[in-house]
């Protein structure tokens, strides 16, 4: 009876084509509101004779950029300008995000902690990090405490290899000669055979219970072989030492103030909401567990690695990618403070001097779109290796 | 701070792509509908465009607004400022978020042709120039071979230093920021050995320094910078309304009339003031305004000697001297051509 019901409903109440046909709809409406956008801006922009093209990529960029991880000269193209501050982009947030990451664990099981004082320092650098803009904080290092630094000339000097002044943090810079790659190897063979070692001591557990200390046994792998094959092979890596000449330094390498100052402020104030994020999770675990792995007599850093972590994880990771996706963000930020990134080299000084705002805008946004998804992607596959596994 | 700037380059953009198409003609009926002009300028630059302590606008650049003002409306105090930074003052003319660009604006074939924008003039004729600190003992642009400069995003000053450099054979590392604030702020904490921009502004810039005294301006001029009002190509009226504006200050000094004797001016015989002045002519009419227009520009605004001398001349404290800016009949090349 049900079906001959069904069969008499006219086509337009049943429920699936409803669907289907509002679906449509929402997609044509929104495909027609963008057509419509890209149609307009094309006309109006004739309209306004303002030209529009991608060839401006092969033309001279004719400006020069303070800090580049590829090489790039004034005479290089905007491709290359595109792609110094697309790099410049990349590795201040991986950095931030690495750092950011160790701070935050770190302050979030301090918040933890028994000891008053830890807990309470670690709840007011969460509080007034979190709770104070970043572009105040980028300011404030970067105006407050990096240019409060000495001048090139009155540079801190740490044993004639570091100087520390309002240019920056000078190093030795490490230039490896040929042979120098037989110790690379050597340093790949080792985490190699730390893995492999990993793999064995864990089956071994499983099989016997009997533990093997491979955190100590990697470390010493993966630092005493390569450091072996350094001597063998004859030290092959000489230091380039900075040095005072003219103007500025010379030699070594810089970490810049711009550099500095930013990733300080992405990496502290990201670190607060780590930290709470890390808190929350570890409070997530059920207290009993904690309990139960202490009355089998593990010590307390190995309740925390074997017992509370990997179950706090789970809460942990996706919040975690949403903060790892707003520091790459927080990272165009840098203009304020004249760090060449992506915004900066490329929506701005390329926006500016070639007048492509809509082609540039266009692509910087599919950058970071890209960046995020990419972050995303990958969190979400951690996130499924370590999600609760139902046995 | 930096998203904000995404922010607006995206509103810009979305307002051209919402737009109705703009039909030539528009601006001038749309200035006079609103009651005001929207006038975009420098976010402080002293003498050129700056909030003084009576919380009004003035400046060089300013009085370009205030002019335009007067010719429309009769009243020079009928402008709305946009302070804009250099990255940010194309898109927001081309957009439509202003009427007229008045800010220090390089005039260059870029942008001129491909912005969809049209320079009407140029209201200073300034070159790019160094500021140093005056202990690193350097005295030519020559010794700067490894130097540091502390420069501002999305200016000619950029392109201009590259190429110095690079054709004079000597390297460099160039910071750049987004302010001027920032831009000083840094030169003054010894971020970089040199500050360069125009030389008007430095000397601008200087006089905001902790101490002044400590810095000096290099003889050397290593570019021309023909600064200029700026509107959209698509509107040819307002073109001609905005560069007769200037001529008609420009014309005013050479015929000798000035905001004190402008009245007494009207009865004139000569004919150039008589046109000029409105008493003689049409010529209000031809770029769509009432024919006292220049009476109104030199009665409130001034001559551009007035305005010159009382923004960045002598009677300032910039007391920067004519030089380039001094009329044709004086030793400059400030020249308008007659209105006939
Ligand atoms: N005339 C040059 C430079 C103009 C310019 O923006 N100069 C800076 C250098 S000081 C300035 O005026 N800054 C003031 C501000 O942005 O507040 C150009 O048109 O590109």
Redesign the pocket.
Known sequence: MADGVTDKTPWWLNQRLRGFFAQALVIAVTAGFLAFLAYNTQVNMQARGITNSLDFFSQEAGFGIIQSLIPYSPTSTYAQAFLVGLTNTLFISAVGIVLATLLGLLVGIARLSSNWLVSRLAGAYVEIFRNTPLLLQIFFFYFAVMQALPAVRQSLDVGGLMFVNNRGVYLPRPVPEPAFWAVVGALFIAIAASLWLARWARRRQEATGQPFPVFWSGAALVIVLPLVVYFIVGQPLRWSVPHLAGFNFRGGMVAIPEFTALLLALTIYTAASIAEIVRSGIQAVSHGQTEAALSLGLPQWRVLQLVVLPQALRVIIPPMTSQYLNLTKNSSLATAVGYPDLVSVFAGTTLNQTGQAVVIIGITMGVYLTISLSISLLMNLYNKRVRLVER | MKIIKILAASAAIASLSMAANAHAGKTLDAVKAKGYVQCGV????PGFSSVNSQGKWTGLDVDVCRAIAAAVFGDASKVHYTPL??KERFTALQSGEIDVLS????WTMTRDTSLGLSFTGVNYY?GQGFLVKKSLGVNSAKQLNGATFCI?A????ELNLADYMRSHHMKYQAVTFD???A?AKAFDNGRCDVLT??QS?LYA?RTQLKNPASAVVLPEVISK?P?GPVVRSNDIEWFNLVKWVGFAMKNAEWLGVTSKNVAEMKKSSNPNIQRLLGVSGDFGKMIGVSNDWAYNIVAQVGNYGESFERNVGMDSPLKIKRGLNALWTQGGIQYAPPIR
């Open positions: 420098n976010t402080g630059l930074t250099a800010r220090n604006t390089t300034d501002q999305g200016t000619t000053t302010t001027s604030d831009t921009s125009d502004q810039l910078e600064l």
